[in-house]
């Protein structure tokens, strides 16, 4: 008996994208192109493996799957239960943990959700939280708030008081922040930065939140691949509940994962579980979850230590090259996979370098370093290695990168002559319209970043001849 020809109206359920929509499928191609042309430094991106995306774009995305394993609201979960028990499994592994002490859920659909999903287990509304400040390189939703306004969810149902790093250093405050919870007395305390160069003292944290009887999370999103290769400080020690994004330096797709520690509270797991569905999400995205799955194998492998000492071995040679230019980085350098570079010293702000850098094939950007008032006119960028090591570059690579960007600056320099003044509008009018050096040199920057770029493999791409670039 053979399968019946699809209806007339169903025939475009079996055309590939390019038949179907070449317009997403030009999208993408040009994207492609962008991505392999040009230098990926967003501290908080990196570029997931083939499996990954083939896992990510899988017929998983066809079914719901509301509940747990062995506990869903519909039928036909079967093989998605034998996936999120595998995901649970390898993310334990991934990170070294006990099944008996430690428990994961994997449903979360990025890093918001699961931070307001671990709020929501942890807290009751209108509780009292800490964590580091956005300016000082705390995240959005570890509540943050501004003078004029509640900014996320974090501080519109919960009592924020950000801790700071220390003006003169750039390092936590540890003291200052054991004060402030002293006054304050938060029912959680948040470690965790998205602009925080240096590793974390999560004993110290932990005694602090002991002193208030608060719980310690940590959402260690930037940093879990450098937590799981054993290159940083372990918050598992320590913590109540760890949250983290899976596509930073874990180089997973876009997901977010929520460990709780089941021997402190015995109830934690059932809270947790309930906070992310019903409470905050519904149905998981199971396409994701199987990438999640796929990239957690791959962290497990031995091969991954050596990409994440890779990746911190990168961000030290980029800072030691920018130091060499004398520029002022926060706390001097680095420990992890990003340096946060302060560009008020030399007259710029983040929104100059990260416009210029754009216009050459150059993304990164702008970020507030400590003592900025606004974040929306920030003072200084933050750079990552995450991306250019999984594009395997090495440190004599970090050498080039860091004189791209000391060639930014000097760009910077002439247009700010040409536009003469310091307002954002006419400078970019200038490094985007106008017909002097300033012009010419992003254009000559471009090649060169260009040149460099496309002698690097791009993951997921087994042959970058195929990558064409865009028609104009
Ligand atoms: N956008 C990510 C970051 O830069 O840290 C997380 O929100």
């Given at each position: 008996?053979?399968?019946?020809?699809?209806?007339?109206?169903?025939?475009?359920?079996?055309?590939?994208?390019?038949?179907?929509?070449?317009?997403?499928?030009?999208?993408?191609?040009?994207?492609?192109?962008?991505?392999?042309?040009?230098?990926?430094?967003?501290?908080?991106?990196?570029?997931?493996s083939l499996a990954t995306m083939q896992a990510n774009g899988s017929i998983l995305t066809n079914k719901y799957s509301e509940g747990l394993p062995g506990a869903r609201y519909y039928g036909g979960n079967e093989y998605v239960d034998q996936l999120e028990r595998l995901t649970q499994k390898r993310a334990l592994e991934a990170f070294d943990l006990d099944p008996n002490v430690w428990g994961v859920n994997v449903q979360p659909y990025s890093g918001s959700t699961a931070n307001f999903a671990a709020f929501t287990a942890l807290i009751q509304p209108q509780d009292r939280v800490m964590g580091l400040g956005l300016p000082d390189g705390g995240?959005?939703?570890?509540?943050?708030?501004?003078?004029?306004?509640?900014?996320t969810a974090s501080s519109i149902y919960f009592q924020s008081l950000p801790y700071q790093v220390k003006k003169d250093t750039g390092y936590i405050d540890y003291e200052l922040l054991r004060t402030n919870a002293n006054l304050f007395k938060p029912r959680l305390l948040v470690c965790g930065g998205s602009a925080y160069p240096r590793d974390w003292d999560y004993k110290l944290l932990y005694e602090i939140a002991q002193s208030q009887g608060a719980y310690l999370l940590c959402d260690m999103a930037h940093v879990s691949g450098l937590v799981a290769a054993k290159e940083l400080n372990n918050p598992f020690e320590y913590c109540d509940v760890v949250t983290t994004t899976t596509h930073k330096t874990l180089r997973g797709p876009r997901a977010g994962l929520i460990f709780f520690r089941k021997d402190r509270e015995s109830d934690i797991e059932a809270r947790v579980n309930a906070a992310v569905f019903p409470a905050c999400q519904g149905g998981p995205h199971n396409n994701t979850i199987a990438g999640v799955a796929v990239a957690l194998k791959q962290v497990i492998d031995p091969a991954f230590k050596q990409y994440a000492a890779q990746v911190r071995a990168n961000a030290q040679a980029l800072a030691k090259k920018l130091g060499s230019y004398n520029y002022h980085l926060q706390t001097e350098g680095t420990e992890n996979h990003l340096i946060l570079w302060d560009l008020r010293p030399i007259g710029l702000t983040g929104s100059k370098i990260e416009k210029i850098c754009e216009l050459a094939h150059i993304t990164l950007n702008k970020n507030a370093v400590s003592g900025d008032t606004s974040a929306v006119v920030p003072g200084g960028i933050r750079i990552g290695t995450g991306a250019l090591t999984s594009r395997s570059m090495y440190e004599k690579d970090m050498e080039v990168?860091?004189?791209?960007?000391?060639?930014?600056?000097?760009?910077?320099?002439?247009?700010?002559?040409?536009?003469?003044?310091?307002?954002?509008?006419?400078?970019?009018?200038?490094?985007?319209?106008?017909?002097?050096?300033?012009?010419?040199?992003?254009?000559?920057?471009?090649?060169?970043?260009?040149?460099?770029?496309?002698?690097?493999?791009?993951?997921?791409?087994p042959d970058t001849s195929v990558i064409k670039a865009p028609a104009n």
């Amino acid at each position: 008996m053979s399968i019946p020809v699809p209806q007339d109206f169903n025939k475009v359920l079996y055309q590939t994208l390019a038949e179907a929509d070449p317009e997403v499928q030009q999208i993408i191609d040009n994207e492609t192109y962008r991505q392999f042309s040009g230098l990926e430094l967003i501290a908080s991106e990196n570029l997931t493996s083939l499996a990954t995306m083939q896992a990510n774009g899988s017929i998983l995305t066809n079914k719901y799957s509301e509940g747990l394993p062995g506990a869903r609201y519909y039928g036909g979960n079967e093989y998605v239960d034998q996936l999120e028990r595998l995901t649970q499994k390898r993310a334990l592994e991934a990170f070294d943990l006990d099944p008996n002490v430690w428990g994961v859920n994997v449903q979360p659909y990025s890093g918001s959700t699961a931070n307001f999903a671990a709020f929501t287990a942890l807290i009751q509304p209108q509780d009292r939280v800490m964590g580091l400040g956005l300016p000082d390189g705390g995240h959005l939703t570890h509540g943050y708030y501004t003078a004029k306004k509640k900014i996320t969810a974090s501080s519109i149902y919960f009592q924020s008081l950000p801790y700071q790093v220390k003006k003169d250093t750039g390092y936590i405050d540890y003291e200052l922040l054991r004060t402030n919870a002293n006054l304050f007395k938060p029912r959680l305390l948040v470690c965790g930065g998205s602009a925080y160069p240096r590793d974390w003292d999560y004993k110290l944290l932990y005694e602090i939140a002991q002193s208030q009887g608060a719980y310690l999370l940590c959402d260690m999103a930037h940093v879990s691949g450098l937590v799981a290769a054993k290159e940083l400080n372990n918050p598992f020690e320590y913590c109540d509940v760890v949250t983290t994004t899976t596509h930073k330096t874990l180089r997973g797709p876009r997901a977010g994962l929520i460990f709780f520690r089941k021997d402190r509270e015995s109830d934690i797991e059932a809270r947790v579980n309930a906070a992310v569905f019903p409470a905050c999400q519904g149905g998981p995205h199971n396409n994701t979850i199987a990438g999640v799955a796929v990239a957690l194998k791959q962290v497990i492998d031995p091969a991954f230590k050596q990409y994440a000492a890779q990746v911190r071995a990168n961000a030290q040679a980029l800072a030691k090259k920018l130091g060499s230019y004398n520029y002022h980085l926060q706390t001097e350098g680095t420990e992890n996979h990003l340096i946060l570079w302060d560009l008020r010293p030399i007259g710029l702000t983040g929104s100059k370098i990260e416009k210029i850098c754009e216009l050459a094939h150059i993304t990164l950007n702008k970020n507030a370093v400590s003592g900025d008032t606004s974040a929306v006119v920030p003072g200084g960028i933050r750079i990552g290695t995450g991306a250019l090591t999984s594009r395997s570059m090495y440190e004599k690579d970090m050498e080039v990168v860091g004189e791209f960007l000391h060639r930014a600056v000097e760009i910077a320099g002439v247009l700010q002559k040409e536009a003469g003044s310091k307002l954002l509008k006419d400078f970019v009018a200038k490094a985007t319209t106008g017909d002097g050096e300033g012009r010419k040199l992003i254009e000559q920057l471009k090649a060169d970043v260009k040149d460099f770029a496309t002698k690097f493999p791009l993951p997921g791409v087994p042959d970058t001849s195929v990558i064409k670039a865009p028609a104009n």
